[in-house]
């Protein structure tokens, strides 16, 4: 069983930069791809960003620019730079690793806030 553990998303304020991290560790066969996407209350799961085990990358437009996705294939750890953080960027964000399925973290809340 892949377990996922996502680093410490905080307070953080506007304007400010953020990288979260996330670890896949246990029943690790093959990674095809991993992600971050964020959810607030009420609203649908979106995409942030996602990368290929070949390292193609793609980012959600209101990230364009803001946000880099990247990865350690020895350590099965996928990154996300995040900078210019705007207050409407607060949100739950998860990780998620497709090997042989799909994976979710538990989540990590950012907060944007002066």
């Known amino acids: 069983q892949v377990q996922l553990v996502e680093s410490w998303g905080g307070l953080v304020q506007p304007g400010g930069s953020l990288r979260l991290s996330c670890a896949a560790s246990?029943?690790?066969?093959?990674?095809?791809?991993m992600g971050w996407y964020r959810q607030v209350p009420g609203k649908q799961r979106e995409l942030v960003a996602t990368?290929?085990?070949?390292?193609?990358?793609n980012h959600a437009e209101f990230v364009e620019g803001r946000c880099t996705i990247s990865k350690d294939n020895f350590k099965n750890t996928v990154y996300l730079q995040m900078s210019s953080l705007r207050p409407e960027d607060t949100a739950v964000y998860y990780c998620?690793?497709?090997?042989?399925?799909?994976?979710w973290g538990e989540g990590t809340l950012v907060t944007v806030s002066s």
């Open positions: 998620r690793v497709v090997d042989r399925r799909a994976y």
């Open positions: 246990g029943g690790i066969f093959s990674i095809i791809a």
């Open positions: 990368i290929t085990r070949d390292g193609v990358t």
